[in-house]
C-alpha cells in the first residue's frame, strides 16, 4: 500500500536555477525590476521590494576571494545606477535559495564584515537575512533554511546556538551610518581608485551636500587610500565614522590607512553617526 495521503511524502529535490536562467534573468531584472517606488504615507517612504538572482551576493564574495580584477567589480557596480526611473533596486548576501555569503567565504567573519560594509554602503537597498547578522552560516540547503541562533536565550529553536554579538552590533553601526547619509541611499557612485587590492569609491547626493568615501582593502597587506576630497565637504573635518581611522591631509589630498582585509568609511559627521574609537 502506498503512503497515506496526510502522512509526509518523500520530498522531491528543488529545481536549481542553470547558468543560463541567472544571466537571462539578472540583466533584466537586477536592474530594471527589484522595488517600484511607492508613495509616501506618515511621512515615510512605502516601498515593495523584489528580489533579483544573487548576481550582486556572487560579484560581492569574488571580490574579495581575489576573483578579477578590483575596475571590472567597479564597472558592475557602477551598472547597477541604470535602472528606469521610479524603481529601486535590492541586493542581498544571503536568501533561502542559496548558500549563505558567510558559508561561501569559507566562514571568514572578517571578510563578511567586508561585504556587508559593501551592502550598506553601494547603490540599491541592503536586504538582511535571518541570522546572518550573528553569522549564522547558512551553506546550502537545508543549511540556509537552518534554525535562527539564540544563543544563551531560552528561545527555540536554537536555544543555544552560538550567536556573535559583534558581528550584530557591526550592522547596527552600519544601519546608523546609512541612516544618518544622504548619499548612501540616493547619492551617485564615483570610482576614486581600483588599484590592485584597494578599491576607494565615493557616493554623492547634491541635494543634501552629503559624501561619503569607502574604502575596502581586500588584500592581505596594508594598504593607503588617498584621494581629494569631495566638495560637499567643504572645510569641514572628515573622519572615519566605521572604524575610527586617523585622515591625514597631504598635498591637499586626504589620506587614510585600510589595513589588510578591512574597510574605511569616511565623511563628515552627521547627527545619528555612532561614536567611533581607533
Do not use: C
Not at 18 to 44: F, K, M
Not at 63 to 79: E, H
Request: hydrophobic content about 35%; cysteine-free; aromatic content about 6%.
Amino acid at each position: 500500500r502506498g503512503p497515506h495521503p496526510g502522512r509526509e511524502r518523500e520530498r522531491r529535490p528543488e529545481p536549481q536555477w542553470t547558468g543560463r536562467d541567472r544571466r537571462r534573468v539578472a540583466g533584466s531584472v537586477e536592474r530594471q525590476l527589484t522595488a517600484p517606488e511607492a508613495p509616501r504615507a506618515n511621512g515615510r517612504d512605502l516601498i515593495i521590494v523584489g528580489v533579483a538572482p544573487p548576481r550582486f551576493q556572487g560579484s560581492v564574495v569574488g571580490f574579495l576571494l581575489g576573483r578579477g580584477r578590483t575596475v571590472a567589480f567597479d564597472r558592475y557596480l557602477a551598472s547597477r545606477e541604470k535602472i528606469r526611473a521610479g524603481y529601486r533596486v535590492s541586493h542581498f548576501l544571503s536568501s533561502h535559495d542559496v548558500p549563505g555569503a558567510l558559508s561561501l567565504l569559507g566562514g571568514n567573519v572578517g571578510l563578511f564584515r567586508l561585504a556587508t560594509v559593501l551592502q550598506f554602503s553601494v547603490v540599491g537597498i541592503p536586504m538582511i537575512y535571518y541570522g546572518e547578522e550573528v553569522a549564522r552560516r547558512g551553506g546550502d540547503w537545508p543549511d540556509n533554511r537552518s534554525n535562527m541562533p539564540w544563543g544563551a536565550r531560552n528561545t527555540l529553536p536554537g536555544a543555544g546556538e552560538p550567536r556573535d554579538e559583534a558581528l550584530r552590533n557591526d550592522y547596527r553601526k552600519l544601519i546608523a551610518i546609512r541612516r544618518a547619509h544622504p548619499a548612501l541611499s540616493r547619492g551617485r557612485h564615483s570610482s576614486l581608485s581600483t588599484e590592485g587590492d584597494l578599491y576607494v569609491f565615493a557616493r554623492r547626493d547634491p541635494d543634501s551636500r552629503d559624501a561619503v568615501v569607502v574604502a575596502v582593502n581586500r588584500g592581505a597587506a596594508p594598504a593607503v587610500a588617498r584621494f581629494a576630497p569631495p566638495a560637499e565637504w567643504e572645510s569641514a573635518r572628515a573622519e572615519d565614522v566605521w572604524a575610527g581611522g586617523s585622515v591625514r591631509t597631504a598635498d591637499g589630498s586626504l589620506e587614510i590607512d585600510v589595513p589588510a582585509a578591512s574597510a574605511r568609511i569616511v565623511t563628515v559627521r552627521r547627527s545619528g553617526d555612532p561614536a567611533t574609537t581607533p
